[in-house]
């Protein structure tokens, strides 16, 4: 089945670091771009940037650069997204999505809640 | 970059049309083709049912279809069916090499 499955929900401390994998099956990872976008509670949808999983060249969107990393591990067919200094406002589900014209797959979305 | 604007909400009674705008400005819609829309429903991701303006991909009804005036994206639903009711976004590539989305229409079916 093709799908990107993406790690589960965690709560993380201001300040702390989370890395959020997502999972390709079905297809060829170093085939497509995988973005990342995040949907805080209660806004709309934020994009926050791409890995090209072939040659591991990111874009990050200007608002998470320097503190977001996107990385890959093409043994696992799996992409990651690292976010550190976490505040309240990270608070959010994160999903990873393939660009294929347009994003024509998305993984189930992971929640990350910043909470002390 | 600004968010696309839509309305919060449209509703339709079955078998009527309805249409949704999506409101950019010449550094996103206006600027190039690559505008997308999205149907979600809670609990499921989101799914592509329209690309590049006016494609469908494979296996998404011909009730969808699309089209873009200026910086005004659209996304029109014929034949309004129970199923359709869901949230709506559209999303455009833009000129910082970034993509935005908008905020999403709510569907409802009277």
């Known amino acids: 089945q093709v799908q990107l499955l993406q790690s589960g929900a965690e709560v993380k401390r201001p300040g702390a670091s989370v890395k959020v994998s997502c999972k390709a099956s079905?297809?060829?990872?170093?085939?497509?771009?995988i973005h990342w976008i995040r949907q805080a509670p209660g806004q709309g949808l934020e994009w926050m940037g791409w890995?090209?999983?072939?040659?591991?060249?990111?874009n990050y969107a200007q608002k998470f650069q320097g503190w977001v990393t996107m990385t890959r591990d093409l043994s696992i067919s799996t992409v990651y997204m690292e976010l550190s200094g976490l505040k309240s406002d990270d608070t959010a589900v994160y999903y990873c999505?393939?660009?294929?014209?347009?994003?024509?797959?998305w993984g189930q979305g992971t929640r990350i809640t910043v909470s002390s | 970059q600004s968010a696309l604007t839509q309305p919060a909400s449209v509703s339709g009674s079955p078998g009527q049309p309805i249409t949704i705008s999506c409101t950019g400005s010449s550094s996103d819609i206006g600027a190039y083709k690559y505008v997308s829309w999205y149907q979600w429903k809670p609990g499921k991701a989101p799914k592509l049912l329209i690309y590049d303006v006016n494609k469908r991909p494979s296996g998404v009804s011909n009730r969808f279809s699309g089209s873009k005036s200026g910086n005004t994206a659209s996304l029109t639903i014929s034949g309004l069916q129970a199923e359709d009711e869901a949230n709506y976004f559209c999303s455009s590539y833009t000129d910082s090499n970034t993509f935005v989305f908008a905020t999403g229409t709510e569907v409802t079916v009277l």
């Open positions: 999505a393939r660009l294929n014209g347009a994003f024509d797959m």
């Open positions: 079905g297809y060829s990872i170093s085939g497509y771009y």
């Open positions: 890995i090209n999983p072939d040659s591991r060249i990111t």
